[in-house]
């Protein structure tokens, strides 16, 4: 059972480069989001999708774009890297179905790190 | 924004017991519950609706006070892999499946 798939599981980037972090889920779910984690922050929304064609913004949304143009993908897109943008990134996407009992999945994370 | 965890960490022996809390300052629709441990991805306990339900899972239960809108994990006769850090993540109705969570305890059993 492949999940939710992040690639890349780690990540060095330079500070101004751009990058795409890439997620995949194989359980048809409509709900996909990302997250980040910082010590002592908790897991923070940055965008998240209802589904295909539909996206919007979590709590830290700035330095960072999304698209989601199937069901499967929600890739989530750095312009313009910054230092504090160094964090832990999940992944995670949900079922709505008929009612809102449906636990969310996580990835394994892309641990990145900004120079 | 961001539910409120209590204690922001807890050091057991094994077999003792602990309660985790979570509040909001808003009204919810329910309460979800993770267990991270470190360098891996959080997994899922448990979810608690409105209405004030008390769920269980292992040595694990939790319930949910809407009028007060907390939850509480209580973690019985703990083990060794209890230990890591536990998250509540809150959903509000009419939030388009949005979970906020909260800053994490984190749970250390000593044998």
């Known amino acids: 059972n492949a999940g939710v798939t992040q690639t890349p599981k780690f990540q060095v980037l330079k500070t101004g480069q751009s990058m795409t972090l890439q997620c995949a889920q194989d359980?048809?779910?409509?709900?996909m989001s990302w997250y980040r984690q910082d010590p002592g922050m908790g897991l923070r929304l940055i965008h998240y999708?209802?589904?295909?064609?539909?996206?919007d913004q979590g709590e830290v949304p700035n330095g960072y774009n999304v698209s989601r143009s199937t069901t499967e993908d929600f890739p989530l897109r750095l312009l313009s890297a910054a230092p504090s943008q160094t964090s832990v990134y999940f992944c995670a996407s949900r079922s709505t179905g008929t009612t809102s009992n449906q636990p969310q999945h996580f990835g394994d994370g892309t641990r990145l790190s900004i120079l | 924004q961001q539910p409120v965890q209590s204690p922001q960490a807890v050091i057991l022996r094994e077999g003792e017991d602990a309660v985790i809390n979570c509040s909001s300052s808003?009204?919810?629709?329910?309460v979800h519950w993770y267990r991270q441990k470190h360098g891996e991805a959080p997994v899922f306990l448990m979810i608690l609706l409105k209405g004030g339900e008390q769920k269980g899972h292992e040595k694990i239960s939790a319930s949910f006070n809407e009028k007060k809108q907390q939850s509480s994990l209580y973690l019985t006769a703990s083990q060794l892999s209890y230990s890591g850090t536990y998250f509540c993540g809150t959903e509000r109705g009419g939030s388009n499946y949005k979970l906020t969570f909260g800053k994490g305890t984190l749970l250390t059993v000593n044998p």
């Open positions: 359980m048809n779910h409509e709900y």
């Open positions: 808003k009204a919810l629709y329910s």
């Open positions: 999708s209802v589904g295909a064609g539909i996206t």
